[in-house]
């Protein structure tokens, strides 16, 4: 099975770009059939997915995010990245990496704050 691992920097400034990576061992991103999906937990809400890589290297983008959202992938790294531009502090939250098999990485806290 699929271990992954998040990381980004902690704490960003509003309006900044944060990216965030997922480092995934056990298994090579490009495996036919997995989807590397980025899904996020504000404080007190819900599970919001963001949006997906494929194993082709397709991308899919939650409609309400897609604007400000960027997926990409290393293959020479077996990483996922996650960009999101022009943060507020309503972006504050735990962020994910997760396959479509159901394999999650421990998340890393994303808080906006001047």
């Known amino acids: 099975q699929v271990q992954l691992q998040e990381s980004g920097p902690g704490l960003v400034k509003p309006s900044q770009t944060v990216s965030l990576t997922c480092t995934v061992s056990?298994?090579?991103?490009?495996?036919?059939?997995?989807?590397w999906r980025w899904i996020r937990q504000p404080p007190g809400k819900g599970l919001e997915w963001m949006g997906a890589?494929?194993?082709?290297?397709?991308?899919y983008y939650s409609p309400s995010l897609k604007s400000r959202t960027s997926i990409s992938r290393d293959t020479s790294k077996n990483q996922i990245t996650l960009q999101l531009s022009s943060v507020t502090p309503e972006d504050t939250a735990v962020y994910y990496c997760?396959?479509?098999?159901?394999?999650w990485g421990q998340g890393t806290q994303v808080t906006v704050s001047s």
């Open positions: 997760v396959t479509n098999f159901g394999s």
């Open positions: 056990g298994g090579s991103i490009t495996t036919n059939y997995f989807y």
């Open positions: 890589i494929d194993y082709s290297g397709n991308t």
